[in-house]
């Protein structure tokens, strides 16, 4: 079976992008950047070394790219200014621009549950058009990321999807860490019980993204939890996204 | 009469920072930031060298301040991406950053109606809480400081006022230079109308921003135009503005 869009995966060796690769690497053709970590490709994964905080380098990896999932940033809700300017802010200009200037046609936008933080804590129920509330610098710049995404989205046509993503992990281990936690991790445990995304979700909520046709969206990705704090009518809506997990099954 | 607050002005050699200057400097304490262009400043005034890019210059500057008005960017909305980088996002952190180490309690910003310039092309009337459309590398980096406020105000505690500025020029001119531009403007001619804003109707929109008890808010400012495309009710009702001067009486 030929292989569908001609994919580029930047955080590829990270979290999330694992998870979408696991799922679709028989299914797009896939591309992935090798910055630091090692990307451990399969045999149908192509790869190229590139760092997004060096443009010519960004630029020279899109070529012949139709479609991009930008999940590579500084990960950490603590992140530093400098850290937070070169990798979020300055990195994220150099992928829309170097993919713009290559005719990319889709960008899938890797933003955050933190870019809304501050409203993670105060409500219970928040959708993707509330005001922003981002609760760090971290949440700061996946705000620039939005707002980038829609400009680039409204002046030059580029279909971008900005996916404010909950809490991808392995749900045994991380639902056993905050309840244990003894409320020193950032947000409440029964919020993160919440905002869980399993990874097959994930996968499924970046593959929506990439086939939706749509000009520009910014959706909040969760499991089909019991406890919802975001609202995901959205998502399901516009983008078809089917959530088949729930962080309540793997509670006990 | 004693002066009020000690205000610090950057861009204060601005048409912006100007017209507040005119009408407040007696109210106010002012420091004003002098960097490449002269500030010309009156007797009361105090004038001190600084660079918003220079963290360290401006933390100086800072010292005693109990509030700042932050009017210093590249004001070109079509300025490349390195001056934007430079001067409103990173000299933008640099004054946020500096300020909250410094102790002040009240910072106001001057966003743009650049950070919805699309709306502005798209919808007859539009509030603060539409959902964000900027229309320019440099309509992003407003959308950047909007947010960066936001959090300021969120984890620090710092009243964060954000002004979504129309257009502040000398009415004659300006009206008759946007008129006679046969659609080569950014706006449509009838826009920029209705988005003008008095240089004195400016400077009371920042002196109610100083004075307000307001822990965080965005605000169109324009003057009290007959046809209106920006919603000034909150302005109105959150910080008591009340513009006196009108577009229209200055079109003929």
Redesign the interface.
Known sequence: MPRGMKVLVTGASGRIGQAFREAYRDYYSLRLIEHRNPVHASSNEEVVSADITDFQSILKAMRGIEAVVHLAADPRVSAP?DSI?KLN??GT?NVF?SARLSGVKKIVFASSNHACG?AVREFDLIGP?A???????Y??SK??G???G??YS??FGISVICLRIGACHEPTVFFKRVLSSGGKSWYPPEKYIAMWISRRDMAQLIHKSLEANLKFGIFYGTSNNERKIFNLSSAEEKLGYKPQDRAEDHLH
Chains 1, 2 share one sequence.
């Open positions: 200014w300017l802010i300055i200009y621009e501050y058009d005001p922003i509330r981002p609760d760090s610098l949440g700061v705000i620039f939005e707002a980038l829609r400009y409204d002046r």
